[in-house]
């Protein structure tokens, strides 16, 4: 479907007509747009120190690979009310002829003092063959309060960081929605190429810091943090998640790749 409006986010109208035709409209490409494209996940984290505040914010969208020439972004609200697209960079492949997208940013000082940090309303773009698609959220558009933390608008489960210690071990921090009070965590790993796996438990963590801002779990959006650590041993583990809750079972396994010891945090 192609659009030919400027803002498609807009919830103004200068008459009743016009307005249920644009509502419509937003209805309709984000219905066509569950496969073109979509939000995977945004996380805004606002962190202090030596009397500086900034605020780190990470987008991941995943489009169909309709062919190799697209623009991908965020088109985002600016504290002024007009909208602007922020520009993805391809972050790898996302399997079954979909890829994986990525927007980045950080704001030191936006608008004026005391707001420095913002809350953000945005949705996602994707423009290939002449033809532009958007996921805004059934036509709410997505909102994230600065502080918040991680929001998963499809996912169930998902990594969101993984390190090497000195020691040789790994510690993994997953983002699970909070889909019930008893589930189970588990990592899945193997250190030589899958011809055997391991288990370890993850367990729940009431708060965590991602550099130097501090986030609730679980946060406001049903997102609860949990870690587990792959202990030191022969070989490069690889891994993947599994999340039991109500008698399903979630899996995120990297789009079929498996995750690498060693994955920046989202």
């Given at each position: 479907?192609?659009?030919?409006r400027?803002?498609?986010?807009?919830?103004?109208?200068?008459?009743p007509?016009?307005?249920?035709?644009l509502?419509?409209?937003?209805?309709?490409?984000?219905?066509?747009?569950?496969?073109?494209?979509?939000?995977?996940?945004?996380?805004?984290?606002?962190?202090?120190?030596?009397?500086?505040?900034?605020?780190?914010?990470?987008?991941?969208?995943?489009?169909?690979?309709?062919?190799?020439?697209?623009?991908?972004?965020?088109h985002?609200?600016?504290?002024?009310?007009?909208?602007i697209?922020?520009?993805?960079?391809?972050a790898?492949?996302?399997?079954?002829?979909?890829?994986?997208?990525?927007?980045?940013?950080?704001?030191?000082?936006?608008?004026?003092?005391?707001?420095?940090?913002?809350?953000?309303?945005?949705?996602?773009?994707?423009?290939?063959?002449?033809?532009?698609?958007w996921?805004?959220?059934?036509?709410?558009?997505?909102?994230?309060?600065?502080?918040n933390?991680?929001?998963?608008p499809?996912?169930?489960?998902?990594?969101?960081?993984?390190?090497?210690?000195?020691?040789?071990?790994?510690?993994?921090g997953?983002?699970?929605?909070?889909?019930?009070?008893?589930?189970?965590?588990?990592?899945?790993?193997?250190?030589?190429?899958?011809?055997?796996?391991?288990?370890v438990?993850?367990?729940?963590?009431?708060?965590?810091?991602?550099?130097?801002?501090?986030i609730?779990?679980?946060?406001?959006?049903?997102?609860?943090?949990?870690?587990?650590?792959?202990?030191?041993?022969?070989?490069?583990?690889?891994?993947?998640?599994?999340?039991e809750v109500?008698?399903?079972?979630?899996?995120d396994n990297?789009?079929g790749?498996?995750?690498?010891?060693?994955?920046?945090p989202?």
């Amino acid at each position: 479907m192609t659009t030919t409006r400027t803002d498609p986010l807009s919830r103004r109208g200068a008459l009743p007509g016009l307005l249920v035709a644009l509502c419509v409209g937003l209805f309709s490409s984000s219905a066509l747009a569950a496969d073109e494209v979509r939000l995977l996940k945004a996380v805004s984290t606002v962190s202090s120190r030596y009397g500086q505040t900034w605020q780190d914010v990470t987008y991941l969208l995943v489009v169909k690979n309709l062919a190799y020439e697209k623009q991908v972004a965020i088109h985002d609200k600016q504290p002024d009310g007009t909208w602007i697209d922020l520009a993805a960079s391809y972050a790898g492949d996302a399997g079954t002829g979909h890829e994986l997208w990525k927007v980045t940013r950080q704001y030191q000082s936006w608008g004026t003092s005391p707001q420095p940090t913002r809350d953000l309303e945005f949705v996602a773009k994707y423009t290939v063959n002449g033809q532009t698609y958007w996921d805004n959220n059934g036509g709410a558009n997505y909102q994230l309060v600065r502080t918040n933390g991680p929001l998963l608008p499809r996912a169930n489960v998902l990594v969101g960081s993984s390190y090497w210690q000195p020691t040789g071990e790994v510690d993994i921090g997953i983002d699970v929605k909070n889909l019930a009070y008893t589930k189970s965590v588990t990592v899945v790993y193997s250190t030589d190429n899958w011809a055997t796996s391991h288990e370890v438990a993850a367990a729940f963590v009431p708060g965590y810091s991602v550099g130097y801002a501090y986030i609730s779990s679980p946060n406001p959006y049903g997102v609860e943090r949990w870690q587990a650590r792959i202990p030191a041993g022969s070989g490069t583990p690889q891994y993947y998640i599994r999340y039991e809750v109500n008698g399903q079972t979630y899996w995120d396994n990297n789009f079929g790749y498996n995750y690498p010891p060693i994955y920046p945090p989202l």
